[in-house]
């Protein structure tokens, strides 16, 4: 049984700061790509932002420059720094892991419970 926990969420005022981190726990062989997405009231999901096992990043537009996702792997966590944040940033913020289970060889998806985000104008 693989679990991602979210936490990090809350209010904040337009251009302010927020860190949300995802840790997976349970019988993990190896964690492969770790996301971000986020989803606006009445809205289909977005991928804010990705990195790989090796590290390799990549963002949506409309946070490049202001967010930056990073990972631990380690403590198997995926952290995602928002600063200079907008009020279309608010959102549900979702985590996504490919994961391998130690009983298993095949990666397969894991999503966290959402933590919410909610920028005030």
């Known amino acids: 049984q693989v679990q991602l926990v979210e936490s990090g969420g809350g209010l904040v005022h337009t251009g302010g700061s927020l860190s949300l981190s995802c840790a997976a726990s349970?019988?993990?062989?190896?964690?492969?790509?770790m996301d971000w997405y986020r989803q606006a009231p009445g809205k289909e999901y977005d991928l804010v932002a990705t990195?790989?096992?090796?590290?390799?990043?990549k963002y949506a537009d409309s946070v490049k420059g202001r967010f930056t996702i990073s990972r631990d792997n380690a403590k198997n966590t995926a952290y995602l720094q928002m600063n200079s944040l907008k009020p279309e940033d608010s959102a549900v913020y979702y985590c996504?892991?490919?994961?391998?289970?130690?009983?298993?060889?095949?990666?397969?998806?894991?999503w966290g419970q959402g933590t919410q985000v909610t920028v005030s104008s």
């Open positions: 996504h892991a490919d994961i391998i289970l130690s009983s298993e060889w095949t990666a397969l998806p894991y």
């Open positions: 349970g019988s993990i062989r190896r964690i492969n790509g």
């Open positions: 990195i790989s096992s090796g590290g390799t990043t």
